[in-house]
């Protein structure tokens, strides 16, 4: 789905390799946080992106059974 693309939903990285990554570029201290209320409020305010992806999902399936917002945090040392 293009929009999905574009909207940096597809595509994205696991939770875990965005720790990852962060520890990587030589991050210290890094802390995930996973933000579920944002997907669901796209929903809830009738994105139209979060509503064709809840389209195309499969009957009882929410967007944030797969999509997560995150909030990172860490330091450089």
Aim: hydrophobic share 50%; proline share 4%.
């Amino acid at each position: 789905m293009v929009e999905a693309l574009v909207g940096c939903v597809a595509g994205a990285a696991l939770v875990t390799a965005t720790e990852n990554f962060a520890r990587a570029a030589g991050l210290d201290n890094v802390a995930v946080r996973v933000k579920p209320e944002y997907v669901s409020a796209m929903v809830s305010f009738e994105d139209p992106l979060y509503q064709k992806i809840v389209a195309a999902l499969s009957a009882g399936a929410s967007p944030d059974d797969y999509v997560a917002s995150v909030e990172i945090t860490a330091c450089k040392s």
